[in-house]
């Protein structure tokens, strides 16, 4: 059964199909109902669900989450929206000290089915606070999962996947790419796809290992098709808490470079943290140093400039140019 | 789950009717000439006018977004209208109205929209902070803002104020609470001036406030008022009295203007997905520059001549705002990595200068890009 599809329109009907799957299953954040959230990712679920599943919430992250979590205490699953990135931050309190430690300060007893939808990155020309790449936080805090989805197949599998995780789920949605279209196969059974946490090989190569996920996979695909001078594979690492080290090691093992590339800052990024790893477990196959791509040290710039700041097509090539160097 | 609270029939201070007819209130009794009139009706029209020219100008691509304050400029300008040079104003990101009276040039906050800067403006040098966008947040700047003049002793008659302009949806906001918490608790020389336009994006006021925003003032310790926010007489009187209160030491004032955001939320937004058209022909009678307008040809305060003036007028500020949008240059790349520091860091010199290298490495190559 393959249908056409955008990431945003398979998110939807990810969201859907859970909904219709589990009772349990809830929508909430603000404008998510009537107006279908800013992106329309929740298009008609408040029409076909009713306003008790999709729920227009107060304005107030903090209470979007704090409330979905108690929600998740009765049993619910929620699956809430923050409408952009910069406006995760109203709500970290209940993401980091609660949330993502409920379990733990259970001992086991208290689940967390709640997954956090957030738009994120660059390149849509917007205002402060629009753009952010706020995946490292989220990465650095034990108890949560952390994915991220760059084409309509894995967003509708995907979405459909953490919210069936009995584990917080912060599902990042790459909002530059929301319009990509490709076909999915919705036939399968939801057993039979690769699971949340797996990387995926997006192109096989054997020269040079590049790493991305979310909006930057694209760039990345196009810089591996640029580069005619060597055979570059790509690696969609999916997750990002936790990462599937072993698909990357046996990659750079077999190509011994590695290009990480993100939109996120470079200091403290995911970047660093699979440089670390991969260095230490691919040291002697390794021709290179592990190369990062990321935006600079600064805040987000205004949108006139966020060509220079994002990592582009010539930024992720003069990172592969920088490996081959050695 | 039924809604009913927030929609209770408002008790709304009104100095100037729809017709035009001027009404007296005994708490706002306002001394105003004729003059002073008129200069309202200009800025009020003058501020619409840089509005639609900025929502043209976003469509024709000249700006990334735009969020237009049409029918709010009575509850803007009335309000500003209010302040003192060396009062505060915390805005959000839809008050070019109040921007407008502090002096802030309109090509300064398309530079914002269009991308162009962050703001950029000093705050200090007009009494008017930067646009916030993360709602709510600007509303503790304001608190603090207010705790400072406090501890500077500049509270008294020739003491300073501050005003936080925010909307009904911020008043949601955990940060919002509690800065009438925090403003409370100091009797801090602080108004919360709520421009309550029925939505927030989609969301209706039910979703977000089970009483009049007004009120809310009650439960934390200070007077709330809800004035009629089309009407800028009203809104002026009001807002002088509560930031005379807040000045000479009486405390916070949260001031609710009942308005109607007569366009979308911004040029992004599609209201016909989620109102009403009948709501905004409601609101068109009641709109905040016909009632002035009405006022003045009533009371025989303006002729033909001056509206015939100030139409000219608001055609040169268009003309002016065009031009200025347009040549509006781009930023340079390595203008990325200023204003991050006070102090020189070498860690940001390290990237500049690093990019600096791959910039100029394009540089004779020809092509756009490397290859
Ligand atoms: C913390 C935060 N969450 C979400 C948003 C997205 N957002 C921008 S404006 C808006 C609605 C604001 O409504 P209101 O406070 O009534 O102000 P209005 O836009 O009506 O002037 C929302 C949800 C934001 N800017 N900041
Ligand atoms: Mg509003």
């Not at chain 1, 329309?40 to 009713?50: A, I, N, Q, Y």
């Not at chain 2, 807002?239 to 109607?260: C, H, I, K, S, W």
Request: glycine share 8%; charged share 25%; hydrophobic share 40%.
């Amino acid at each position: 059964m393959g249908t056409n599809l955008t990431i945003g329109k398979a998110i939807n009907a990810g969201l859907r199909a859970s909904m219709e799957h589990d009772p349990k299953v809830l929508v909430m954040g603000e404008d998510v109902g009537r107006l279908g959230g800013v992106f329309r990712v929740t298009d008609g679920l408040h029409k076909d669900f009713g306003a008790d599943r999709v729920i227009d919430t107060p304005l107030a992250e903090s209470g979007i989450v704090g409330t979905a979590i108690g929600m998740a205490m009765r049993g619910y699953r929620p699956v809430v929206e923050i409408q952009f990135d910069g406006f995760f931050f109203p709500a970290a309190n209940q993401t980091f000290t609660q949330l993502a430690k409920m379990r733990r300060r259970s001992a086991g007893k208290l689940s967390m089915p709640v997954v956090m939808r957030i738009p994120y990155g660059g390149g849509i020309g917007a205002v402060e606070h629009h753009s952010e790449s706020p995946e490292a936080y989220f990465q650095h805090t034990a108890g949560l999962r952390v994915v991220s989805v760059a084409n309509p197949e894995d967003a509708y599998w995907m979405i459909q996947q953490a919210v069936r995780s009995d584990d917080p789920v912060i599902f990042l949605e790459p909002k530059r790419r929301y319009y990509e279209k490709a076909e999915v196969d919705t036939g399968v059974s939801i057993d039979a796809v690769t699971p949340m946490g797996a990387a995926r090989i997006a192109r096989p190569g054997t020269d040079c290992t590049l790493l991305a996920y979310g909006p930057m996979i694209k760039t990345a695909l196009q810089a591996a098709e640029a580069d005619v001078d060597h055979s570059i594979e790509v690696i969609d690492v999916r997750s990002l808490s936790p990462i599937d080290y072993a698909t990357i090691t046996e990659s750079v093992k077999r190509t011994g470079r590695l290009v990480v590339a993100h939109e996120a800052t470079l200091t403290g990024g995911p970047g660093a943290e699979i440089a670390a790893r991969v260095t230490e477990e691919c040291f002697y196959h390794l021709e290179s140093p592990v190369i990062r791509v990321a935006a600079f040290d600064t805040p987000y710039p205004q949108s006139r400039l966020e060509e220079h700041y994002l990592p582009d097509l010539d930024r992720v090539l003069d990172g592969v140019d920088r490996a081959f160097a050695y | 789950m039924s809604q009913t609270a927030a929609h209770e029939e408002p008790e709304l201070i009104q100095l100037l009717t729809p017709e035009g007819e001027l009404k007296e209130h005994p708490d706002y009794p306002l001394d105003i000439s004729a003059e002073e009139i008129r200069a309202l009706y200009r800025d009020l029209v003058l501020v619409r006018r840089v509005d639609s020219e900025a929502v043209s100008l976003q469509r024709q691509g000249e700006l990334g977004l735009w969020a237009s304050l049409l029918g709010q400029e009575a509850a803007q300008i009335g309000s500003a209208r209010a302040l003192r040079p060396d009062d505060m104003a915390f805005p959000s990101y839809r008050e070019h109205g109040v921007a407008w009276c502090r002096g802030i040039e309109p090509k300064e906050l398309l530079g914002m929209f269009r991308g162009v800067t962050n703001g950029g403006w000093d705050p200090h040098e007009y009494g008017f902070h930067l646009y916030t966008i993360v709602i709510g947040s600007q509303a503790l700047h304001a608190t603090g803002y207010a705790m400072g003049i406090q501890r500077d002793g500049a509270v008294g008659e020739d003491g300073s104020a501050v005003i936080s302009y925010f909307g009904d949806g911020a008043t949601s906001q955990g940060d919002t609470n509690e800065s009438f918490n925090f403003a409370a608790v100091n009797n801090a020389p602080v108004v919360f001036f709520c421009q309550n336009n029925q939505w927030a994006i989609s969301e209706p006021l039910e979703r977000q406030a089970r009483v009049p925003i007004y009120k809310r003032a009650a439960g934390f310790g200070f007077p709330g008022v809800r004035v009629d926010g089309n009407d800028v007489l009203a809104c002026l009187a009001v807002t002088r009295a509560a930031m005379d209160n807040a000045r000479t030491g009486q405390g916070p004032t949260l001031v609710e203007a009942f308005t109607y955001r007569m366009g979308a939320h911004t040029t992004n937004d599609d209201p016909s997905r989620y109102r009403d058209a009948a709501e905004l022909d409601e609101w068109k009678a009641k709109d905040p520059i016909l009632r002035v307008r009405n006022h003045l040809e009533l009371y025989e305060l303006a002729d033909e001549a001056f509206f015939a003036r100030i139409d000219e007028e608001a055609d040169k500020v268009g003309e002016m705002v065009r031009t200025q949008c347009r040549s509006m240059a781009d930023p340079e790349p390595l203008d990325i990595f200023h204003e991050v520091y006070a102090e020189p860091n070498v860690h940001i010199d390290h990237q500049r200068s690093e990019f600096a290298d791959y910039l100029a490495s394009f540089e004779g190559a020809g092509a756009e890009g490397g290859r």
